[in-house]
């Protein structure tokens, strides 16, 4: 006859063994219906006796006729524009045994994204989710080709949100903001692969291992659905520029009573020479507004920076300590 505390154990293990079956259900199905969507890249190069090898990663199919995305380091060539990869091309494996042949599209090196375009149809079209709704500890999926091992799956948790990437197109430097941190495995060939959520929606693009237990995914929402349309549009991102760093603060309660929001977007760091310099912004103001528009999130200044903002003069509202300013500037090109 068992005692009460080993009918406690029982009853704590069967509990255990569920949960595991729950969370082993979650990435089994997860696995299921995206890896079909992820193919394994391998990337080649004009060299003098032909197309030569130059690299492999990972890509997400975004529709059924043929066009992929991927990381922009993992096909981005030797030039500062997209157009200079157009010579890059390759071959594109998916887990039903399907091989095709690919050619880029567009390269976005600053928010490190590419769009290819593989040469058959019938693919099947991974779900973009949204990486504004992730919360810390939330249980993602990493999908991927690490080391050449196709369909490769590992599973983890959102470690961290807001994190920023730098990223390099020439002498420009820009970082990516609000990259999601994971403590899923990703490995040499992760990147271009998709960080999934439990409801096989991709919501992030693998970009880097920045260290043991620790991968960076560029983050799926509003500003970088605009960027992957662009590209496979018109094969280039333009971009108006105004020179600041900068990421989330909450707003002291007299600003929220004022603007009735709780957050702005902190000024890290100006740029020499930059229109925000130029217009007077410095480090550690509060940015509130922007052309009319609210900023809450550093995503709200980045969708703000259009092609159609090039030189056209805008108000930026900021809060610098206890006083409110109203600054004058005109976004510049950004060349990269």
């Known amino acids: 006859m068992s005692t009460t505390a080993e009918r406690y154990e029982d009853e704590a293990e069967r509990r255990e063994a569920e949960a595991l079956d729950a969370y082993s259900r979650v990435v089994v199905d997860v696995a299921e219906r995206v890896a079909p969507s992820v193919a394994n890249l391998r990337v080649m190069r004009r060299g003098r006796g032909g197309q030569v090898p130059a ?12 066009f ?6 993992v096909v981005a060539g030797p030039g500062r524009t997209g157009v200079a990869e157009s010579g890059r091309r390759g071959r594109a494996t998916f887990v039903d045994g399907r091989e095709l042949t690919w050619h880029v599209v567009g390269v976005d090196r600053l928010t490190d994204l590419a769009v290819l375009r593989a040469d058959g149809d019938g693919l099947t079209a991974a779900k973009l989710g949204e990486a504004e709704k992730l919360r810390v500890g ?8 690490p080391n050449g091992f196709a369909g490769s799956v590992t599973a983890g948790v959102v470690s961290a949100l807001g994190r920023s990437l730098p990223a390099r197109a020439g002498r420009t430097v820009r970082h990516i903001d609000n990259v999601i941190q994971t403590d899923a495995a990703l490995n040499p060939g992760n990147s271009g692969g998709a960080l999934v959520d439990s409801s096989a929606r991709v919501i992030g693009i693998n970009t ?3 260290g043991v237990g620790l991968g960076l995914a560029v983050p799926i929402n509003e500003a970088t659905r605009q960027i992957v349309g662009t590209l496979m549009r018109d094969g280039r991102v333009r971009r108006a520029w105004i020179g600041i ?11 929220r009573v004022r603007v009735g929001r709780s957050a702005g977007v902190e000024v890290v760091d100006v740029s020499e020479g930059s229109p925000a310099q130029r217009a007077g912004i410095r480090a550690e103001d509060l940015i509130v507004e922007l052309g009319g528009e609210s900023v809450e999130r550093v995503d709200d200044v980045q ?19 206890d006083r ?13």
């Open 55 to 66: 690299g492999a990663g990972s890509a997400v199919a975004l529709t059924p006729d043929g």
């Open 138 to 145: 939330q249980l993602v999926v990493a999908i991927g080709n």
């Open 324 to 336: 409110w300013l109203d600054l004058e500037l005109s976004p510049v090109e950004l060349v990269e």
């Open 303 to 321: 969708r703000l920076m259009t092609r159609e903002a090039i030189g056209r003069p805008m108000t930026i509202r900021v809060l610098r300590g």
């Open 68 to 73: 992929l995305l991927t990381s922009a380091h």
């Open 245 to 255: 760093a900068a990421g989330p603060r909450p707003l002291p309660p007299h600003a």
């Open 208 to 210: 880097a291992v920045a």
